[in-house]
T-cell receptor
Framework: GAVVSQHPSWVICKSGTSVKIECRSL??????MFWYRQFPKQSLMLMAT?????????EQGVEKDKFLINHASLTLSTLTVTSAHPEDSSFYIC?????????????FGEGSRLTVL | AQSVTQPDIHITVSEGASLELRCNYS??????LFWYVQSPGQGLQLLLK??????LVQGIKGFEAEFKRSQSSFNLRKPSVHWSDAAEYFC?????????FGTGTQLKVEL
């Protein structure tokens, strides 16, 4: 099946620094990718929809200046957590759908665990 | 408003026993429904999905789910649980490009 890869799998950073997480569709093109955030023992919350070549669409309550999303190509979306603070520590998961499929399955990356000290 | 409810936060079953994980949804029409499994520190893997047609859906790893419109439910079942099935299970509902997830059910399997 299709593969979505995230990098890094885990990252530890100091408070105030910025962290970039990459999401790649390895064997298909995705005009749209999605970024989710998962708190411990909780469900996934959609943060934003990443659109290739245009601005991301953020869900209500998500700070777009805090969580910068760039979808520069059909196979890559990046999430940058700017000026990270401990409360940003979380598990971030991306997903993507094969643009060539009419009712394609959403494929999820393996997630990126961010710990802000 | 759209919502997905998984009433059971934790479930413990013995290996070899049958399993049913509950999922209820709220949506104005027939939704697309999914079950995902997540192992610790991992992403999500799709177990099965329902779009239309036969209301009993077969998935991977021996799982199945039944869509019941009258009960707004999409419960996940497995006749005989294996220790490797211990994980977090999420029911999700999709309309368009977005998925709405339930809060998950943590499955523990006793040997």
């Amino acid at each position: 099946g299709a593969v979505v890869s995230q990098h890094p799998s885990w990252v530890i950073c100091k408070s105030g620094t910025s962290v970039k997480i990459e999401c790649r569709s390895l064997d298909f093109q995705a005009t749209t990718m999605f970024w989710y955030r998962q708190f411990p023992k909780q469900s996934l919350m959609l943060m934003a929809t990443s659109n290739e070549g245009s601005k991301a669409t953020y869900e209500q309550g998500v700070e777009k200046d805090k969580f910068l999303i760039n979808h520069a190509s059909l196979t890559l979306s990046t999430l940058t957590v700017t000026s990270a603070h401990p409360e940003d520590s979380s598990f971030y998961i991306c997903s993507a759908r094969d643009s060539s499929q009419v009712s394609g399955e959403l494929f999820f990356g393996e997630g990126s665990r961010l710990t802000v000290l | 408003a759209q919502s997905v409810t998984q009433p059971d936060i934790h479930i413990t079953v013995s290996e070899g026993a049958s399993l049913e994980l509950r999922c209820n949804y709220s949506y104005g029409a027939t939704p697309y429904l999914f079950w995902y499994v997540q192992s610790p520190g991992q992403g999500l893997q799709l177990l099965l999905k329902y779009f239309s047609g036969d209301t009993l859906v077969q998935g991977i790893k021996g799982f199945e789910a039944e869509f019941k419109r009258s009960q707004s439910s999409f419960n996940l079942r497995k006749p005989s649980v294996h220790w490797s099935d211990a994980a977090e299970y999420f029911c999700a509902m999709g309309g368009g490009n977005k998925l709405t997830f339930g809060t998950g059910t943590q499955l523990k399997v006793e040997l």
